[in-house]
């Protein structure tokens, strides 16, 4: 009991193991990653804190294949590089299999205007280009300020990934679960059209 007290993750792993998610951890308290399910729908989580600025990142699996990626980012946001793939240059972390078609998407307008005031939206694809996720922009639109202005959007090829940042460790389980719920209403919405 001693140990698990100084642990970095002491909390989260008491929660994750309330929850029946399963939890892994690095020795040196700057990563964790959890596997939980919510209704039915798994997802994997991540927070790392490595990289210049600590990010939680939420992947869970898409029943609507594309052949491409689409990237939605709120149009305030920093719209460079993302921190977390310098970080993996020092990590040795493989990059994601989306990244080089990240470098390469192109920004494409929805035909919404209140929507392309707010969301820079990019595709790697033609097909994806001429798919608009205008139901995902309406889902964004839902959530609170303090995620909708931070989260970056990756979906395609069977997958949906919901990537925030910057996350402090204290703060990154209730992100996490947040997350998770709102990626499962996010797949069950376009699952319906």
């Known amino acids: 009991m001693w140990f698990q007290g100084l642990s970095p993750f002491a909390r989260v792993r008491s929660a994750a ?5 399963s939890f892994d951890e690095d020795a040196d308290g700057l990563w964790y990653g959890l596997k939980g399910s919510h209704s039915g729908m798994n997802w994997l989580a991540e927070w790392n804190g490595r990289g ?12 609507h294949w594309v052949d491409g990626w689409w990237f939605v980012t709120p149009r305030e946001r ?5 921190p977390r793939f310098l970080a993996g240059a020092f990590t040795g972390k493989e ?15 929805t035909g919404c205007p209140e929507l392309d005031q707010d969301f820079v939206v990019a595709a790697s694809s033609p097909l ?14 839902g959530l609170p300020v ?9 979906r395609g090829r069977g997958k ?34």
Do not use: C, N
Not at 17 to 21: D, Y
Not at 133 to 141: F, N, Y
Not at 146 to 154: E, G, Q, R, Y
């Open 17 to 21: 193991r309330k929850r029946h998610w």
């Open 52 to 63: 210049l600025r600590p990010y939680v990142e939420v992947s869970v699996p898409d029943t």
């Open 78 to 82: 920093d719209l460079s590089e993302p």
């Open 95 to 109: 990059q994601p299999e989306w990244f080089a078609e990240w470098m390469h998407a192109q920004v494409i307008a």
């Open 128 to 141: 994806a280009r001429e798919l608009v996720p205008i139901g995902i922009l309406e889902q964004l639109r």
């Open 146 to 154: 303090t995620f909708s202005k931070k989260v970056f959007l990756i």
């Open 160 to 193: 949906l990934v919901l990537h925030v940042e910057p996350v402090g460790k204290a703060d990154a389980l209730p992100v996490i679960e947040r997350l998770a719920v709102f990626a499962e209403q996010i797949v069950g919405a376009l699952s319906e059209k």
